[in-house]
């Protein structure tokens, strides 16, 4: 008689067969078959980095030599710029395992290393990769209440970049001369931001890129909720409302109250909403980052400030205008709103505060590295972070800019290396860098905790100001109002004002 | 007078007991799944929702019970209700469409007799790009102001461009033509199924007794497939509330605030902001109108159609 099994049996059987192997792959494994030395050699350290997807896939190509030397294997997460500060961010308040090492956005140093996530850098380190070489506007983004818990790996910052070529142009300086009653200069473009203004109309409806269509524009700017609009706001309003005897800028240190909505930050978005209207490309007040860079190397206008604008400048793919451009510090301006006092001050020299945008991204060691891969990691960053490696980041085609006091030094690696700037933009671009990190009146990005609603509430008052549905005024009272309310959430307008000191390294 | 077969209530119970244990031992452990992935975040959301929980604040704060403090901050949050307009905006602005160019499309697909697959499938093909796609090939691409396709169109016929993205306005309707080009496939795909159901042989008894083809439509087909166009419909509304990742592609919510959709606040408020409290209470929000409206919607369809 043929043994049939009904549908129900064999359910019971799958169920208890399940059931079986469930059991046995919860008990001890097995002892390994192999030797001993295979089992050793089986068991290889591994260094797990999460980072930015192209950034991580350039310090994948540059460590793996330095990783197989050492017989170690590298796990390399790769995350997009939004994802990879979510994640980190997440990972810190719930207290959870991301990676050994990873690289996050300075301005979030508050809420990364205040939490007790990252390993304080040892002085070994230190000395090993020459901390001392690194610019001081670096160093802040790296420490917390004078202790360094991360290293450097790239000094963002926002440059003012323009065309040179335009600007020595003897015709076009006449005629701008006629109209404004002053020389173009193709050495430091735009000096205040009267000036980029005054430029900013004149370079607006003809045809100076002479491809036959009056489609040319004065400026871009990152506009865009969302994007990088926070960093396209503040590089043009730092110059009107930081004032020089005043360390703050966000927020008032001794009472925390915001400051986002006095006069010199009206000014600054009553400014730029009429520029970005009528002076910028057709969606000029909705651009990205990159839509703005795209504007710039693709020739469409005249002047920007960006991040990125020496590197993918010097593409033949992305930029029409190679060896065309100009770099400076961001303009600034004769007058100056004094927040203590009130009042606007005069300067006879324009007052500069050049930005230190977003403050780059930098490479800090997890607080949970495992003890077995302590060594390795640490011998990793220190590989990643060594002056030698620095300088073949920062003059390749990376995206990281100089942050070292010899990268400055640097000017045939910059003209002559993968980057092929030519020793004039070379020069500027390195000269605007270091009087960026190094000026007294430097903005240090907002870094205390809560920094992403922070940038929320702003983005989304000046973005109604450029859309028409709001005054600036209005609009920047509503975002002073947020500021406070997200302050009081954090913890107080006092506990804020005492974190905002820290990370000014008061 | 036949009798009916006796049945002994206390074997075939045990019977049952026992059939059904083996039934629920095989079940339980989805039950359990599905248990733990869906109650666990509904109740600790409902629970974050009633406390001041924040992921990013600093210093030595304990999370604490504020009853209904953030139920009454989102009554009187300007930014939130304009976030909900928004909402209904684009949601009354997309679902019709579709309903529409649905309707129209499927009665075209179920008249032709030859490509009717060929169609089929054609239509099918937008519900299988990812909105993020969509968002960016239809959306940055074609409504891109200075150098997009469409203003380049417009330019060269002798109008001027329109401001896709940056103008409160254009800028909803620009995400409503995406999600309309995208979701009217689904419209389309679902009515099509439903007219397919209709038994041709009433619409031939209907012309027999001289019904002309508009009053063969609304007196037959309509009802017909009226079921099926509710459901699809509710799915689109429920859907269409929910809306997020063509906004965050295309305006990021902006210019201003003009498309931020309730969702993307959500998203900006707990996940990206770290308000868990806040941003739960929105969440709880959101949950409490679509299954009101939900239910309230059944409820109307099914005296509409007679079932109750």
Redesign the interface.
Known sequence: MANKVSR?QF??LA?GAAGAMALAACAAPAAPASSGDEAMSQEKIVIRYAGLDGMGARVEAFMLPWVEENGYELERGAFGQ?ELT?KI??SV??DTYLADIFQFPSNAR??VI??GALQEIPTEVLEAIDFDDVLPGIVNTLSWEGKIYALPYDGDIHYYSFRKDLFANEDINSRFKDSFGYDLSPDTGAVTWDQWRNICEFFTGWDWNENGEEDDFGAACMT????TLWWGFNSRATAYAKHPDDDAYFIDLDTGEARLNNPGFVRALTEWVEEMQNWA??????FTYGDSLN?MNGG?VAQTYNWDAVTSATSPETSVIQGLQGYNILPGSHEVFNSKSGEWDYFDIPSHAPFHAFGGWVIAVSAQVDDLAYDAVWGFVTHLTKPESGLAFVTDLTGASPYRFSQMDAVEEFATGPLQLGEEVAMDYLNAARETLDHPNAVTDQAF??W??YR?ALE?GV??A??N??PPQDALDEVAVAFNEISE???GLQ?QAE?YARTLGK | MATEPRIYPSKRFRFEIKDNL?KW??LLPAVAIILILLAVPVVWTLYAAFT?L??????D?ETEFVGLANFQKLMSNR?FWRTARNTVVFMLGVVPAQLIIGLTVALALNNITRGQKLFRTWFLMPLMVSPVVVSFIVGRMLF???IGPI?DILRNLGFE?V??????TWAMVALMAIDVWQWSSFMILMLLAALQGVPPDLHEAARVDGANQLQSFWRITVPLIMPITMTALLIRIIDAFKVVEII?VL????????TESVTLAIY?TG?????LAFGSSQAYFLLIVLMIFGGAYLVLTRRAMGKD
Do not use: C
């Open positions: 129900r359910l019971r169920g939004q979510d961010m997440q308040a719930t508050a809420d205040n939490a865009k909720r969302g994007d490309p057709p969606g000029g007040t909705n504007a469409r905790g809560g992403v609603q929320d989304l973005s109604k450029l859309a549905e709001l959430r954090m913890g506990h974190l | 083996w031992i095989f001041d924040h992921l990013y604040r600093i210093g704060f930014s891109q102001e200075d203003n461009g401001p896709w993205l940056t103008s409160p965050m305006t990021g919510g902006g210019p201003g605030q003009a900006r996940v990206k902001g770290g308000d």
